[in-house]
């Protein structure tokens, strides 16, 4: 759906000032973005605009002898410049938009990055409410953290914890990601999009620091909570069939 790519939905979030603190730098990729973006930062992700469950996300950076990038789960492949790097992704996807994010230095369990989906849901009276969050941790050679990549799921708090963050800090996170979570959705009432879940992705730098990865307006997954030993699957399960009894609107 055209109404939720991912640059439309960056440049609504971003004209919040609350938000776009949390915002990692973005760009539409052209030539010349591309070179800033690469001889600016460490690492650089290029995400396909419309497409999601991270089909079209690579992972670029630049080397002593060139440029490497990865699509998803893919080898790792080369580019002698910028410019041979933007031709190459366009050659693969010549009609899809992509944009550029700074990559972040995520935490980290066991040497893979994390980052962290937060349920806020509707109840039968349309009001929101927080439903749960999990931690994600990228499958290996992945640079996503979808399930179909290989990802895994566990805690936050023991994701955080084999982090190395101390058991105040991770209640300290825990409680700025739901804030910043409420934020989101109460703004994105304003979006041109009627959702009654969402699956907020926020990740965490290895500084405690959260930055907002995604948010999922439309029909986001409800099954990777049923590794938990809480009650956030069945918290999510009530909701859902609470509002999708007594309101007929899903979008």
Known sequence: MDRLAKWKMHRFYERNPLLAKHLPPTAVMTPSSLAIFLGKYKTVYIKGNTVHTGKAVIKAWKTAAGYKYVWKTGKVLSASSPADLFQQIKRRMPHELFILQQGIDLARVKGRAFDVRVMIMRNRRRRW????????????????????????YTSIENALGKAGFTAKKVEGIKRRMIALSRAIIFYSEKYPFFSYQSGIDLAVDKKGNIWIIEVNLHNPGHFVFKVLKDNSYQTIKHLFTEYCKYNKRRI
Do not use: F
């Open 129 to 152: 409410h927080y439903a749960g969050m999990i931690a994600k941790i990228h499958g290996p050679r992945s640079v996503v953290s979808n399930y179909s990549a290989g990802a895994s």
